[in-house]
């Protein structure tokens, strides 16, 4: 596709369920980026993949929380056992990465998964 | 550890006026970009505009430009003929070019009025 895409684009779960958020960035762009935002906040980073690695985890709130990227391609969000404070709004992000364009170039965003939990 | 600021929570402006949205930031690097993203409902995140802290010239998108004040640590963005169609939360990010992460500040909710 021309854009990130995220799916679900809505998510109700009950608490303590496991739930999985999927991201495909743009074909190409090696770097992927997980954002959550809380209702009327701003957005708190969580985790960065270089192609199939993680060099940054500092932002995942939990050892609930946990991400993988396969394929330089698809990344998941997994968040086990939920609680009410992990509804928010889930936001992927890819770029080219380092590179031509080093990091000037933007992040292109989904439009984000939207987690309920009840 | 960088920090944004966006000291204004909401703002309103009248269609085809005027209106300037304030940012602020903290960083002891030199070499960082600075990104104004818009965010409708629709919940997607959209490039404004961006500026290079190396470049002294202040961007420029059509109606969109910035007033960039690298020594106050400054990044206002300045909106120019107000449309409906420019109502949305509005972020302020900072990247450095040595770094993996774009820091976003708080936002600031943004009201074109007709």
């Known amino acids: 596709g021309a854009g990130v895409s995220q799916s679900p684009s809505n998510k109700v779960t009950e608490k303590g369920k496991d739930v999985e958020l999927r991201c495909d960035p743009i074909?190409?762009?090696?770097?992927l980026y997980w954002y959550r935002q809380r209702l009327g906040q701003g957005l708190e980073f969580l985790i960065y993949?270089?192609?199939?690695?993680?060099?940054?985890k500092s932002g995942l709130p939990s050892d609930r929380f946990s991400a993988e990227r396969t394929g330089e391609s698809v990344s998941t969000l997994t968040i086990q056992r939920t609680q009410q404070e992990d509804s928010a709004v889930y936001l992927c992000?890819?770029?080219?990465?380092?590179?031509?364009?080093?990091?000037?170039?933007?992040?292109?965003f989904g439009n984000g998964t939207r987690l309920t939990v009840t | 550890a960088q920090t944004v600021t966006q000291s204004q929570p909401e703002m309103s402006v009248q269609e085809a006026e005027t209106v300037t949205l304030s940012c602020t930031y903290d960083t002891s690097e030199n070499n960082y970009y600075l990104f104004w993203y818009k965010q409708p409902p629709s919940r997607q995140m959209i490039l404004v505009i961006r500026q290079e802290a190396y470049k002294q010239q202040n961007a420029t998108e059509n109606r969109f430009s910035v007033n960039f004040q690298k020594a106050a640590k400054s990044f206002s963005l300045k909106i120019s003929d107000s449309q409906l169609g420019d109502t949305a939360m509005y972020f302020c990010?900072?990247?450095?070019?040595?770094?993996?992460?774009?820091?976003f500040g708080g936002g600031t909710r943004l009201m074109v009025k007709p």
């Open positions: 074909s190409g762009h090696t770097a």
């Open positions: 993949f270089q192609g199939n690695s993680a060099p940054d």
């Open positions: 990010a900072f990247i450095s070019n040595a770094g993996n992460m774009l820091t």
């Open positions: 992000a890819s770029s080219p990465g380092r590179g031509v364009y080093g990091y000037n170039s933007p992040l292109h």
